[in-house]
């Protein structure tokens, strides 16, 4: 079963705008990864975010977490074509077995030029 | 390229057949792992590796379902009689510190389609 759930399901936007996606999950953390996958292509990591963390930034990215309500929110400034991609968002336990990662159902962006 | 490799990228095969894929993760991970994707959806976590051990298997993971990683390198994941809701995305992933410190490491996937 997957923990997260991505908020919108799909987003497009035009170039230089900025996307917003949202992620909600249901147990306790200890971080929160942000991953991008193109079409037909393996995922690549984006950004981490430990549970201990309010905001996080990687260039055009910035990432926050809100523990209390479960919540994490994936933000690309000033957007690009070749940022169309879809965004996954995965969490990982705090304790015990081998830290299993759990993706969301993800969030289709496209960037029109 | 020291990244993660998947072979073969397609496989297109006939309900009942067997099929095995190859995952070569980066030379230095120690930990590696199987996940399938369906259109659509996220990846979903089949098994876990750590070294050569199999430490975790989905419930996801019939019987029908094998992986194996002798001497701690490359992984074989094999589904036998394959079934049309096996046609999915076959994603490996290699970490080396564990992801509650570092991120995984994709292939490109095998896309499995079965008829």
């Known amino acids: 079963s997957q923990q997260g759930e991505e908020d919108p399901q799909a987003l497009s936007i035009q170039e230089g705008e900025n996307a917003t996606m949202n992620c909600s999950y249901k147990?306790?953390?200890?971080?929160l990864q942000w991953y991008r996958q193109n079409s037909g292509r393996g995922l690549v990591h984006l950004i981490l975010?430990?549970?201990?963390?309010r905001e996080k930034h990687s260039g055009r990215l910035r990432v926050t977490l809100d523990t209390s309500k479960k919540s994490s929110s994936l933000l690309i400034t000033a957007s690009r074509a070749a940022d169309t991609a879809s965004y996954f968002c995965?969490?990982?336990?705090?304790?015990?077995?081998?830290?299993?990662?759990?993706f969301g159902t993800g969030t289709k962006l496209q960037v029109i030029p | 390229d020291t990244g993660v490799s998947q072979d073969p990228r397609h496989k297109i095969t006939k309900r009942g057949q067997n099929v095995t894929f190859r995952c070569d993760p980066i030379?230095?991970?120690?930990?590696l792992y199987w996940y399938r994707q369906t259109l659509g959806q996220g990846p979903e976590f089949l098994t876990y590796?750590?070294?050569?051990?199999?430490?975790?298997k989905s419930r996801l993971l019939s019987d029908r379902f094998s992986a194996e990683r002798p001497k701690g390198s490359f992984s074989t994941l094999e589904i036998q009689r394959t079934e049309q809701g096996d046609s999915a995305m076959y994603l490996c992933?290699?970490?080396?510190?564990?992801?509650?410190?570092?991120?995984?490491?994709f292939g490109n996937g095998t896309r499995l389609t079965v008829t």
């Open positions: 992933a290699s970490s080396d510190l564990g992801p509650r410190v570092s991120p995984l490491h």
């Open positions: 147990t306790s953390i200890n971080n």
């Open positions: 975010i430990r549970s201990n963390e």
């Open positions: 995965a969490t990982v336990g705090p304790s015990g077995g081998y830290q299993k990662v759990t």
């Open positions: 030379s230095e991970h120690n930990r």
């Open positions: 590796f750590q070294n050569e051990a199999q430490l975790e």
